[in-house]
């Protein structure tokens, strides 16, 4: 009961400061503690638990080193040119009264193809943000789309490493886990192209000047080889080579472009990389074609590694396990779908990563899955359908922070992102359908999940 009530103490703290917009390291410090009092008092030693938490923070590093490569090529883009460039064109063809849908379904297309939400956010995303920076909208809401559209390849994409690792664990076939989520995915996905639709319209891009592309002109070289940076590490994710050397080999060709092609010298270069890209020229274009850099990532940085404390305090103490018993009344009650989206909940908030709290998810819930007869493929569609997208919901999960990050935004855009939670809720609400039917009828429904 005690690790109930603390788990319960730290979430509310977390909502509640994430809603007031309180720095989420302070929170993360605090819930800490929290669990300190909790492992002190099943037994073990301060001393313990600071080493649980150092250990989980460790492995935190590589995601830091993402997120410093991920500030730097953003800057990068900038200042080789290859952003303006896309902008520039994307000012041109996207209709500005659809612009927050096609921020969804381009977000979504590219997904689809790289099959990694932070890919999709550190390229098309930010480009999409910068153009909706040149007119009045709502960024949180542009957010959303994006993320919601990064998330659905980052999902059912071939490509996808969740995806992947969800077949892993489940022993099923990755090909035919796709076909089952595209089939899960059709009535979310008609009803969140609806909202973004009726958004769209309500909230039209309206450019505050027609300066910016002259602005573009004036001050860049946009001839197509500025895109060889995003050329590249498209051409490398698609190769599946790790994303960090395919950052860093896109980074290299960005400098180069930046100083032969743009004539940047080095020194400014190495000061957008670490500070940000900022333009002393060009009123408008100055306010708008801004950020990045290493300095950028350092808040979102520092809450991984706190984040990450718990998941190392959890492995350590093995706490997480006391769950399985009031999961497991969970799923009597409510049926196996609604346990495995409480379940996601509690591992995302708690697990701060997305990997790690899709591996809890399938350990909390195997157990449950097969006494009811369910087979593997129930157990990773229902995977697919909580834990891959609702993490990103999470203020302090890396799933949420990264993207949120790099698009210069907020945990604002949560209520945005419709996909994210229209997927999991439509989902239960579709299993209680079929369940209260199958009582009222008396007849044999298959693999219903209660």
Same mark, same amino acid.
């Given at each position: 009961?005690?690790?109930?009530?603390?788990?319960?103490?730290?979430?509310?703290?977390?909502? !509640?400061?994430?809603?007031?917009?309180?720095?989420?390291?302070?929170?993360?410090?605090?819930?800490?503690?929290?669990?300190?009092?909790?492992?002190?008092?099943?037994?073990?030693?301060?001393?313990?638990?600071?080493?649980?938490?150092?250990?989980?923070?460790?492995?935190?590093?590589?995601?830091?080193?993402?997120?410093?490569?991920?500030?730097?090529?953003?800057? *990068?883009?900038?200042?080789?040119?290859?952003?303006?460039?896309?902008? !520039?064109?994307?000012?041109?063809?996207?209709?500005?009264? !659809?612009?927050? =849908?096609?921020?969804?379904?381009?977000?979504?297309?590219?997904?689809?193809? =790289?099959?990694?939400?932070?890919?999709?956010?550190?390229?098309?995303? *930010?480009?999409?943000?910068?153009?909706?920076?040149?007119?009045?909208?709502?960024?949180?809401?542009?957010?959303?789309?994006?993320?919601?559209?990064?998330?659905?390849?980052?999902?059912?994409?071939?490509?996808?490493?969740?995806?992947? =690792?969800?077949?892993?664990?489940?022993?099923?076939?990755?090909?035919?886990?796709?076909?089952?989520?595209?089939?899960?995915?059709?009535?979310?996905?008609?009803?969140?192209? %609806?909202?973004?639709?009726?958004?769209?319209?309500?909230?039209?891009?309206?450019?505050?000047?027609?300066?910016?592309?002259?602005?573009?002109?004036?001050?860049?070289?946009?001839?197509?080889?500025?895109?060889?940076?995003?050329?590249?590490?498209?051409?490398?994710?698609?190769?599946?080579?790790?994303?960090?050397?395919?950052?860093?080999? @896109?980074?290299?060709?960005?400098?180069?472009?930046?100083?032969?092609?743009?004539?940047?010298?080095?020194?400014?270069?190495?000061?957008?990389?670490?500070?940000?890209?900022?333009?002393?020229?060009?009123?408008?274009?100055?306010?708008?074609?801004?950020?990045?850099?290493?300095?950028?990532?350092?808040?979102?940085?520092?809450?991984?590694?706190?984040?990450?404390?718990?998941?190392?305090?959890?492995?350590?103490?093995? =706490?997480?396990?006391?769950?399985?018993?009031?999961? !497991?009344?969970? @799923?009597?009650?409510?049926?196996?779908?609604?346990?495995?989206?409480?379940?996601?909940?509690?591992?995302?908030?708690?697990?701060?990563?997305?990997?790690?709290?899709?591996?809890?998810?399938?350990?909390?819930?195997?157990?449950?899955?097969?006494?009811?007869?369910?087979?593997?493929?129930?157990?990773?569609?229902?995977?697919?359908?909580?834990?891959?997208?609702?993490?990103?919901?999470?203020?302090?999960?890396?799933?949420?922070?990264?993207?949120?990050?790099?698009?210069?935004?907020?945990?604002?855009?949560?209520?945005?992102?419709?996909?994210?939670?229209?997927?999991?809720? %439509?989902?239960?609400?579709?299993?209680?359908?079929?369940?209260?039917?199958?009582?009222?009828?008396?007849?044999?429904?298959?693999?219903?999940?209660?």
């Amino acid at each position: 009961m005690d690790l109930i009530l603390g788990l319960i103490l730290i979430f509310s703290l977390l909502l !509640y400061g994430s809603y007031k917009g309180t720095f989420l390291a302070y929170l993360l410090i605090a819930g800490l503690f929290i669990l300190y009092l909790v492992g002190i008092k099943r037994g073990f030693k301060f001393k313990e638990l600071v080493k649980f938490s150092i250990n989980g923070s460790k492995k935190a590093l590589l995601i830091v080193r993402i997120f410093m490569l991920i500030g730097a090529i953003i800057s *990068v883009w900038m200042a080789s040119g290859t952003i303006p460039f896309i902008v !520039y064109h994307g000012l041109e063809m996207i209709n500005f009264n !659809y612009f927050i =849908l096609s921020a969804f379904i381009l977000s979504a297309i590219v997904s689809l193809l =790289l099959g990694t939400a932070f890919g999709v956010v550190g390229t098309i995303g *930010v480009v999409l943000m910068i153009m909706a920076k040149t007119g009045d909208i709502n960024l949180s809401l542009v957010g959303g789309a994006i993320i919601s559209g990064a998330y659905f390849g980052d999902r059912c994409s071939p490509m996808s490493s969740s995806a992947m =690792l969800v077949a892993t664990l489940t022993e099923t076939k990755i090909y035919r886990n796709i076909k089952l989520m595209f089939k899960t995915t059709i009535i979310p996905l008609i009803i969140t192209l %609806i909202a973004f639709i009726i958004l769209s319209l309500e909230n039209p891009l309206i450019i505050k000047g027609n300066m910016i592309s002259s602005e573009i002109i004036n001050i860049f070289n946009i001839d197509i080889i500025v895109l060889i940076p995003v050329v590249v590490i498209i051409f490398l994710i698609l190769l599946r080579i790790d994303i960090k050397i395919s950052m860093f080999i @896109s980074i290299l060709s960005g400098i180069i472009i930046a100083v032969f092609v743009q004539n940047r010298s080095i020194l400014d270069v190495i000061k957008y990389i670490i500070f940000g890209f900022s333009l002393e020229e060009a009123a408008q274009l100055q306010a708008i074609l801004k950020g990045g850099g290493v300095v950028s990532m350092l808040k979102a940085s520092i809450i991984v590694l706190i984040s990450t404390a718990y998941a190392g305090i959890f492995e350590g103490t093995n =706490l997480l396990k006391e769950l399985e018993g009031f999961i !497991y009344k969970v @799923s009597n009650k409510y049926g196996v779908f609604a346990a495995i989206l409480f379940t996601s909940i509690i591992t995302s908030s708690f697990g701060c990563t997305q990997t790690l709290a899709i591996i809890l998810t399938y350990q909390l819930l195997k157990k449950i899955y097969d006494e009811r007869g369910l087979n593997k493929y129930d157990l990773a569609i229902d995977i697919e359908n909580t834990v891959v997208v609702m993490a990103a919901l999470i203020p302090w999960n890396v799933a949420g922070a990264i993207p949120a990050a790099t698009l210069s935004i907020d945990s604002s855009f949560i209520p945005y992102s419709f996909y994210l939670y229209f997927l999991p809720s %439509i989902t239960l609400l579709s299993n209680k359908l079929l369940f209260k039917l199958k009582k009222i009828k008396h007849i044999q429904l298959p693999k219903i999940r209660h």
